[in-house]
């Protein structure tokens, strides 16, 4: 099954370099050089746009990509060699920024001019005196458990709220959802209802035993929304992946089935993305409707137990 929210990372880029007839020519190395920027250009800023993507609304709508860029490009215009030791200054001084910037946004009265002038003046110096930073890292340890405390109390406060969000803006589609799910089964009595919320129709029954949480799967599916969109599909090709890694709603409905069985199930949220939803394809709080085929089961290969250490040992001794 696809997942729906891209993880969190920068991919790496293997390159490699073999030897050719011609190709020390400086055209050549030209041509090769401008291929490796466009190629590199393309792959990290696609991957640096997913994550992009997935900053909060709130966050996105205070951000600029052209100051992004504006950004990036006042770095990268610089020579590596040349200004290297600026670029060690702005390096250190990105990380920096990000602690005054937690303090600031928690309320934090922060004076950047005097901290500027004061971390210039200290790093000019020939030598520290060991005894005076240790006296001021004792009064800086003091206060910054306060701000720590202070920044704690507002990640608190920005999560709550986050949450109330969430829910209020999940709460129509809940609502949606299970007046969806009732008419279908109002309309059709052989709908069942498990325990835990989840509804499902028999289309046709298999054989043979049923997969568990630990075993592996090949699923023909069909994902929609309650309004017949279609958000996700296999295509009509069986789809292999673990029963562990898909939300609790499908993988309760895979157990109910067989081998060549077929239903229809309907994932209530709190059995699927729950009220945060999964990126632009599932709105938050959305109930799924599944079109599914179990086509096979891979059954998890059990490791046998590790024998005790006295018994391998005098089997060990008999050979």
Same mark, same amino acid.
């Given at each position: 099954?696809?997942?729906?929210?891209?993880?969190?990372?920068?991919?790496? #880029?293997?390159?490699?370099?073999?030897?050719?007839?011609?190709?020390?020519?400086?055209?050549?190395?030209?041509?090769?050089?401008?291929?490796?920027?466009?190629?590199?250009?393309?792959?990290?800023?696609?991957?640096?746009?997913?994550?992009?993507?997935?900053?909060?609304?709130?966050?996105?709508?205070?951000?600029?990509?052209?100051?992004?860029?504006?950004?990036?490009? =006042?770095?990268?215009?610089?020579?590596?060699?040349?200004?290297?030791? !600026?670029?060690?200054?702005?390096?250190?001084?990105?990380?920096?920024?990000?602690?005054?910037?937690?303090?600031?946004?928690?309320?934090?009265?922060?004076?950047?001019?005097? !901290?500027?002038?004061?971390?210039?003046? #200290?790093?000019?110096?020939?030598? #520290?005196?060991?005894?005076?930073?240790?006296?001021?890292?004792?009064?800086?340890?003091?206060?910054?458990?306060?701000?720590?405390?202070?920044?704690?109390?507002?990640?608190?406060?920005?999560?709550?709220?986050?949450?109330?969000?969430?829910?209020?803006?999940?709460?129509?589609?809940?609502?949606?959802?299970?007046?969806? #799910?009732?008419?279908?089964?109002?309309?059709?009595?052989?709908?069942?209802?498990?325990?835990?919320?989840?509804? !499902?129709?028999?289309?046709?029954?298999?054989?043979?035993?049923?997969?568990?949480?630990?075993?592996?799967?090949? &699923?023909?599916?069909?994902?929609?929304?309650?309004?017949?969109?279609?958000?996700? =599909?296999?295509?009509?090709?069986?789809?292999?992946? =673990?029963?562990?890694?898909?939300?609790?709603?499908?993988?309760?409905?895979?157990?109910?089935?067989?081998?060549?069985?077929?239903? &229809?199930?309907?994932?209530?949220?709190?059995?699927?993305?729950?009220?945060?939803?999964?990126?632009?394809?599932?709105?938050?709080?959305?109930?799924?409707?599944?079109?599914?085929?179990?086509?096979?089961?891979?059954?998890?290969?059990?490791?046998?137990?590790?024998?005790?250490?006295?018994?391998?040992?005098?089997?060990?001794?008999?050979?």
């Amino acid at each position: 099954m696809k997942k729906f929210i891209v993880a969190l990372g920068v991919t790496a #880029v293997a390159l490699g370099f073999s030897s050719c007839n011609n190709s020390g020519s400086s055209e050549n190395a030209g041509a090769s050089n401008d291929s490796l920027a466009i190629l590199l250009g393309e792959v990290q800023a696609a991957n640096y746009n997913n994550l992009w993507n997935q900053l909060p609304d709130s966050m996105k709508q205070k951000l600029s990509k052209d100051d992004f860029i504006a950004g990036f490009k =006042s770095i990268m215009e610089k020579d590596s060699k040349k200004d290297q030791a !600026y670029l060690m200054g702005a390096s250190t001084a990105m990380q920096l920024m990000n602690n005054i910037a937690q303090m600031e946004d928690a309320g934090v009265n922060f004076n950047t001019s005097l !901290y500027i002038s004061k971390f210039a003046e #200290v790093f000019k110096k020939d030598s #520290v005196d060991n005894a005076s930073l240790q006296a001021s890292t004792d009064k800086l340890t003091i206060q910054m458990t306060e701000v720590q405390n202070l920044i704690m109390k507002k990640r608190e406060a920005d999560q709550q709220r986050a949450l109330e969000e969430q829910n209020a803006a999940a709460e129509p589609n809940i609502k949606a959802g299970k007046e969806y #799910v009732e008419s279908q089964k109002k309309a059709d009595p052989s709908i069942k209802t498990t325990e835990s919320g989840l509804s !499902y129709k028999v289309i046709k029954e298999g054989t043979g035993t049923k997969p568990t949480r630990s075993d592996r799967v090949k &699923v023909i599916y069909t994902g929609k929304h309650i309004d017949g969109s279609v958000f996700d =599909s296999s295509n009509g090709q069986p789809t292999e992946f =673990s029963m562990a890694g898909v939300v609790p709603g499908f993988a309760e409905a895979l157990q109910l089935m067989a081998p060549g069985a077929k239903y &229809v199930v309907y994932i209530p949220s709190e059995l699927g993305y729950g009220v945060r939803g999964a990126g632009e394809n599932i709105k938050p709080g959305e109930t799924l409707v599944f079109e599914l085929e179990l086509a096979a089961v891979e059954p998890a290969v059990t490791k046998p137990a590790a024998k005790p250490a006295a018994a391998a040992a005098i089997e060990a001794a008999k050979k």
